[in-house]
């Protein structure tokens, strides 16, 4: 059974930077295409961050420039790192893994962690 476990969120000031991290269990992380969401109450989950298992990346517009997505495969780890954290960032972040190129280019991730609530106060 595959598990996804995000953490690094928390209550941080505008201007402050964070680190995420999705631990990945169960599965054989280094062959996954890994992506991170986000979502605020009531609106639909949107894209962050995605890094392929032959470390291609890309961010979200509104990142580019204060946000990288890495992996560390010995520790199944994936991570998102944000800087310069804006009150608008402020949602649920997910970490999502797509076992195939068909599933990654259409989306339709096959697992997805719990969340981490990411707050940026102004």
């Known amino acids: 059974q595959v598990r996804l476990v995000e953490s690094g969120g928390g209550l941080v000031h505008a201007g402050d930077s964070l680190s995420l991290s999705c631990v990945v269990s169960?599965?054989?992380?280094?062959?996954?295409?890994m992506s991170w969401f986000c979502q605020i109450p009531g609106k639909e989950r949107e894209f962050v961050a995605t890094?392929?298992?032959?470390?291609?990346?890309r961010l979200a517009d509104n990142l580019v420039g204060r946000s990288s997505i890495s992996r560390d495969n010995a520790k199944n780890t994936l991570y998102l790192r944000m800087d310069t954290l804006r009150p608008e960032d402020t949602a649920v972040y997910y970490c999502?893994?797509?076992?195939?190129?068909?599933?990654?280019?259409?989306?339709?991730?096959?697992?997805w962690g719990q969340g981490t609530q990411v707050t940026v106060s102004s």
């Open positions: 999502a893994a797509a076992t195939t190129l068909e599933n990654y280019f259409t989306r339709r991730y096959d697992y």
């Open positions: 169960g599965g054989t992380f280094s062959t996954y295409h």
């Open positions: 890094i392929s298992n032959d470390y291609g990346t």
